[in-house]
């Protein structure tokens, strides 16, 4: 069983930098790919950053692409989302999740294990 923990979450000013952890566990971890997504208030969950497990290749949202970067550590089964010139747009819980066929990256439901998520607010 595979368990995922964000960490990371709080208050943080607008044009600040946050990063978001994710800890995975579990027996032989390794899945195709790592994400990061969001859910705001009212709104549906939306794809921010993927990361392909193996290949490393990164993908990214057009509303956060050229502000935040996921990554990996590569010694754990821990990945980052480093967030800079955070907007009020960005305000939301963001989840990570895990992607264990080939099923497309983009959407919510291609991703097999999910984290609790963590609260990121953007104050003025």
């Known amino acids: 069983q595979v368990q995922l923990v964000e960490s990371g979450g709080g208050l943080v000013e607008a044009g600040g930098s946050l990063t978001l952890s994710c800890a995975a566990s579990?027996?032989?971890?390794?899945?195709?790919?790592m994400g990061w997504f969001r859910q705001a208030p009212g709104k549906e969950r939306e794809f921010v950053a993927h990361?392909?497990?193996?290949?490393?290749?990164?993908t990214y949202a057009e509303s956060v692409k050229g502000r935040f970067t996921i990554s990996r550590d590569g010694g754990k089964n821990t990945v980052f989302l480093q967030m800079n010139s955070v907007q009020h747009g960005d305000t939301a819980v963001y989840y990570c999740a895990a992607r264990t066929t080939g099923r497309t990256m983009w959407y919510a439901h291609s991703y097999d294990y999910w984290g609790r998520g963590t609260q990121v607010t953007v104050s003025s």
């Open positions: 579990g027996r032989s971890f390794s899945p195709t790919g």
């Open positions: 990361l392909g497990w193996r290949t490393g290749m990164t």
